[in-house]
């Protein structure tokens, strides 16, 4: 399996921010995008989330799972949690399994342990903290299996053991040849294989030592 960025150009409005990026990233590795705020990241991210169409060039994975693009083979947990304000914790496990297609009560309770909701589950999340309401948006990686995942500043709120928390699910799915792209100022708890600098539109590739 093989996510392949090739020559990506991106616009927002009518100014262009992405020119010409490439970089891949085989199973098990994970990627780290770097650059000052609004050098592209988001905007690569959520291009490749399959949110935004490319002003040119394509992202793909090769190798993927048969007749499932790569905006269908993704996690992305961005800015935003994605939760849902009046629905208790449970229920937006229970949401966000079945919109992932995701297995069902077992997968549910999985999620509910890997992002320690397990004492929040009947609580509203409009009443959780910010810390507590990223561990609800973060609990997807968990709810359905997808190779390829995108995370945008994903410990933002975080306290350390949550963000070791993150760190233990990250490894777990880089170990069973997962793909990660991430944008963060804070290890991941894994080794970067490479790491694609954005600046002025464009991308440097620095490979790990
Ligand atoms: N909806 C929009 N319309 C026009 N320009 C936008 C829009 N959203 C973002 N931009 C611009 O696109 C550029 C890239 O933004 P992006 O959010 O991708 O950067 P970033 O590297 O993720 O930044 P940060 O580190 O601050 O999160 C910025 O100059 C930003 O002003």
């Not at 929040?120 to 973060?138: C, I, T, W």
Request: hydrophobic letters at 45%; proline letters at 3%.
């Amino acid at each position: 399996m093989k996510l392949v960025v090739d020559n990506l150009s991106c616009a927002r409005g009518r100014r262009r921010v992405l020119e010409g990026v490439s970089f891949s990233a085989a199973d098990g590795e994970s990627v780290l995008l770097s650059g000052a705020n609004g050098s592209g990241k988001t905007t690569l991210l959520r291009t490749l989330a399959g949110f935004m169409t490319p002003h040119s060039g394509a992202a793909r994975l090769e190798g993927g799972p048969e007749g499932f693009g790569l905006d269908e083979c993704c996690h992305y947990v961005g800015h935003l949690n994605g939760i849902k304000s009046g629905f208790s914790v449970d229920e937006n496990l229970a949401f966000l399994a079945a919109y992932l297609g995701g297995n069902g009560l077992e997968a549910i309770d999985e999620a509910a342990y890997a992002f320690d909701l397990e004492p929040l589950r009947h609580v509203p999340a409009g009443f959780l903290s910010a810390g507590q309401k990223r561990r609800l948006g973060l609990a997807r990686l968990a709810l359905a299996w997808r190779p390829v995942w995108l995370l945008d500043e994903p410990t933002v709120s975080l306290d350390v053991a949550s963000q070791e928390l993150l760190a233990e699910a990250v490894r777990a799915h880089a170990g069973s040849g997962g793909i990660i792209v991430a944008a963060s100022h804070v290890p991941l708890g894994v080794g970067f294989s490479r790491t694609v600098h954005l600046a002025g539109g464009h991308a440097e590739i620095e490979e790990a030592a």
